[in-house]
């Protein structure tokens, strides 16, 4: 079984089942299918996140870039007006992101600590007033997708992705997988010596694993899953812009996994959708929504030191 | 073929700026015994020992496992050659259980380390070797408690039980006695005479009667530098040690 906590047996299919049902009971149009949408996505970001800060122990600021990444590299590589295939493209995305991912990793993973936290930072700076300066990639209002690709696989198209409820079915589903992914490579003989990596890398070292390649498959892994989220968010709202790449995305992905429970996985999506519900229910409360946003947050994170999943496990495990 | 040099250092020195930590240590470590090495505090013992497994890196000099240079090698190499060791503050996973501890040091010899997929329960020669490991330090019920929880003593047990498991033909040990009872060292010493039938053992240790008793060889740093190698009664023999630091005892002893 690769979920070992209980909490995680009870959380993650009550979670799956209701958001499975939810569109079904709302206009297919109508705003909260997007907006739950977009919510998933930023979870598989969040998770990415969660795996590289909570699992490997690698204190990035610089997650956005590759979230940013996914929505450029998408225009860039894709013809501007013709109709491209979705799989082909995530094919292609993910590797780059991967190819980009290993090459940043070899420079920043020489670092650690709050080397490391400094040198993503920078790194991601780097991009984002790249992007923002750049003419031919629309500067700081960023590019339009026109052509949204089509997802047929060897002839055979069940999904529409302009259609928000197909749309909200392929974000789960690579919710799901993005679940499933991090938890078997967590339990996997792999997954062992990363623990043991974050628990002493010294003593890892000692024994004679080279700790430097086991961050780096690890660097590259949440990357590419945080290319991807950026891939699909771009695809939703049809642009990408710098603000994909800033670092405020970083850190609110940060803040959403530390609310969630650090290093829990499955506690990314309670983190994100705890985050983006107070936020949606503060801005339409008030002007000044930042104000008690910060003040929840806060709170939260005083009551809560493990977080919401730290939580839950407090009153579950047994 | 008992005699076989298996560790070697020539000239062997290191700097920290203008202080000498080590100084022109040229020493040789032979199969199947155990090499003592002993000395004041800031003799250069632990430096010694950083070295010999690859965490520090010589100012000058060389280090040579059986006739190849190694000391350019990166740490993790060392343990691959066959080269342990173990920590002198303790130095294992707290958070997992005795058995997974000894799993994750022997994991490494069984290939699949990049394996993402398969469980890391599956491998049962892994499980075999790290309880193999426990067994032979006498932790065999320890096996499923967490290492934290375990006395300070078994901690120091498990240390050595991981080095183990990661199968290497040279021990290099950072006194392992340290902050032990002396029941507790007493089972150490069965535990390393033991083990030295089958290993080449470098041991660092402050326990002057567990060296004395233990050790083949014995060197004596003194200020960084070599000031004797031979056998125990050699070593206890000569004037320049007495003075060095045994002196003392030896007029306890009289």
Known sequence: ?318 | MANDIVLETEALSKHWGGIKALNDISMQFRDRQLHGVVGPNGAGKSTLLNMLCGTLKPTSGCIFHKGQRIDTLKPWRFVRRGIGRSFQKTNIYPEVTCLENCAISAQRRFGGNFNLIASRHSNKLVRKAAEQALAQVGLEDRTYTLAVEISYGEQRQLEIAMVLATNPCILLLDEPMAGMGHEESQRIIKLLKELKKTYCIVLVEHDMDAIFELSDQLTVLDNGSHLITGTVDEVRADPRVKEAYLGVDEEQAA
């Not at chain 1, 600021?61 to 007006?81: C, D, K, Q, R, T």
């Open chain 1, 1 to 318: 079984m690769i979920f070992e906590k209980r909490t995680e047996r009870i959380i993650v299919p009550i979670f799956f089942m209701v958001a499975l049902f939810v569109p079904l009971f709302l206009d297919a149009n109508s705003f909260f299918v997007g907006k739950v949408s977009t919510i998933i996505i930023m979870s598989i970001f969040v998770m990415s996140l969660d795996f590289l800060v909570g699992r490997v122990g690698l204190i990035t600021l610089g997650h956005a870039l590759f979230y940013g990444l996914g929505g450029y590299l998408f225009v860039i590589l894709s013809p501007e007006y013709e109709v491209v295939n979705f799989w082909v493209y995530t094919f292609y995305i993910c590797i780059i992101s991967a190819l980009i991912a290993l090459v940043i990793g070899v420079v920043v993973l020489r670092t650690t600590g709050i080397y490391f936290i400094m040198i993503t930072l920078a790194i991601s700076q780097m991009a984002f007033y790249y992007f923002f300066d750049s003419l031919k990639y629309g500067g700081d209002d960023g590019l339009f997708i026109y052509m949204t690709p089509e997802t047929s696989i060897f002839g055979l198209s069940f999904l529409n992705l302009d259609d928000p409820q197909h749309f909200y079915y392929l974000a789960l589903f690579s919710l799901f997988n993005t679940l499933v992914f991090f938890k078997v490579v967590l339990r996997s003989r792999f997954g062992r010596i990363v623990e043991a990596t974050k628990q002493n890398p010294d003593r890892t070292e000692a024994l004679g694993y080279n700790i430097f390649a086991f961050r780096l498959t690890c660097y590259v892994i949440g990357s590419t899953l945080g290319a991807y989220a950026g891939f699909l968010f771009a695809l939703q709202y049809s642009f990408v812009n710098p603000t994909f790449l800033s670092w405020e995305l970083s850190g609110t992905a940060l803040v959403m996994s530390i609310l969630g429970g650090l290093g829990t996985i499955y506690g990314a999506i309670l983190g994100t959708f705890t985050y983006e519900g107070l936020q949606y229910f503060f801005e339409h409360l008030t002007k000044e929504w930042l104000l008690f946003m910060g003040t929840a947050i806060i709170m939260m994170v005083i009551l809560l030191r493990k977080g919401i999943a730290g939580y839950l496990e407090k009153l579950l495990e047994k």
